[in-house]
């Protein structure tokens, strides 16, 4: 089993700030990683995918970088709807995720 | 517009099996996709049970395998979960979810989801 290991645990920032997402993977994934938003309440929703691809629908604010073991997604200026859980998955070998980083208002 | 939804009972009794069907509306689930199944335990992360074609090719999560079940009903536009011998441990909001285009393993529609309580 790859095991993604996210950091920070929780990251408080200000609307307007940047954002730095780190995960890293126990082996190498290539690129073979995606990172997904979730709202409370709410299903998880695709942002980024084979490391740096937006998914459709998804603002520039958001990009995703890394290859091999450690990937990072940064959020260039925050909007009040980003603050929410964030995972990343990989699916190098049998999907999984990371345990998320809560991005929470400062 | 792709929309999933999940249905099933909200509560199963430890030992028994845990059934779930999603049905989808917007896409046929004989289109070239893969169709999955992730839950999260209350407050935790999300964990992928595994995905299944409209082939009825699957592949399960190997922690999972051996109590997994998927099938998938193309006359209904529909795929179920069967999961048993659940215990406490199998307690979380199960989600269905359909693959991207390029990969079978990254998901772009989800279903609201739905908890599950396993629970005498």
């Known amino acids: 089993e790859i095991v993604l290991t996210q950091s920070p645990a929780t990251l408080s920032l200000s609307p307007g700030e940047r954002a730095t997402l780190s995960c890293r993977a126990s082996q190498s994934v290539s690129s073979y990683l995606a990172w997904y938003q979730q709202k409370p309440g709410q299903a998880p929703r695709l942002l980024i995918y084979?490391?740096?691809n937006r998914a459709t629908g998804i603002p520039v604010r958001f990009s995703g970088s890394g290859s091999g073991t450690d990937f990072t997604l940064t959020i260039s200026s925050l909007e009040p709807e980003d603050f929410a859980v964030y995972y990343c998955q990989q699916c190098s070998h049998w999907p999984t995720f990371g345990q998320g980083t809560r991005l929470e208002i400062k | 517009q792709v929309l999933l939804q999940e249905s099933g009972p909200g509560l199963v009794k430890p030992s028994e099996t845990l059934s779930l069907t999603c049905a989808v509306s917007?896409?046929?689930?004989?289109?070239?996709?893969?169709w999955g199944w992730i839950r999260q335990p209350p407050r935790k992360g999300l964990e992928w049970i595994g995905s299944i074609y409209h082939s009825g090719s699957t592949y399960y999560n190997p922690s999972l395998k051996s109590r997994v079940t998927m099938s998938v009903d193309t006359s209904k536009n529909q795929f179920s979960l069967k999961l048993s011998s659940v215990t406490a441990a199998d307690t979380a909001v199960y989600y269905c979810?359909?693959?991207?285009?390029?990969?079978?393993?990254?998901?772009?529609?989800w279903g609201q989801g739905t908890l599950v309580t396993v629970s005498s």
């Open positions: 917007g896409n046929s689930i004989g289109s070239d996709y893969y």
């Open positions: 979810a359909r693959s991207t285009v390029t990969s079978r393993d990254y998901f772009d529609y």
């Open positions: 084979d490391a740096s």
